[in-house]
């Protein structure tokens, strides 16, 4: 898989307020990025909303901007969050059909 693969899959959660995940693999490693759902705007934005929000009309139009802007990806494990990389939405992760079943 190359860096700045990605691909938007439901929350394990179900929540409303966070329908979905974006999933970023860069670096050797795989970022999770919350999407939530802003109800009283009807709404998208990115992350826990500590650093202030983006906001989105769309699901695509996060993946639209963040092809264009780079995305910051901070690493959960990294404690300090000091660790902090930028990469962009390029490659749109495509399941290979080959799939083997025992």
């Keep these: 898989m190359q860096d700045e693969t990605f691909l938007v899959r439901d929350c394990s959660t179900k929540s409303s307020a966070e329908p979905y995940v974006l999933v970023i693999y860069y670096g ?5 990025i919350k999407i939530r759902f802003l109800e ?3 709404q998208y934005a990115l992350g826990t909303g500590l650093r202030g929000d983006d906001k989105f009309d769309s699901v695509q139009e996060i993946i639209d ?23 962009y939405l390029t490659h749109p992760f495509k399941l290979n059909r080959r799939c083997f079943l025992p």
């Design 28 to 32: 050797n490693k795989v970022y999770n």
């Design 40 to 42: 009283d705007s009807q």
């Design 65 to 87: 901007f963040y092809t264009c802007v780079p995305i910051t990806l901070i690493d959960g494990k990294d404690k300090s969050g000091i660790q902090r990389e930028q990469c």
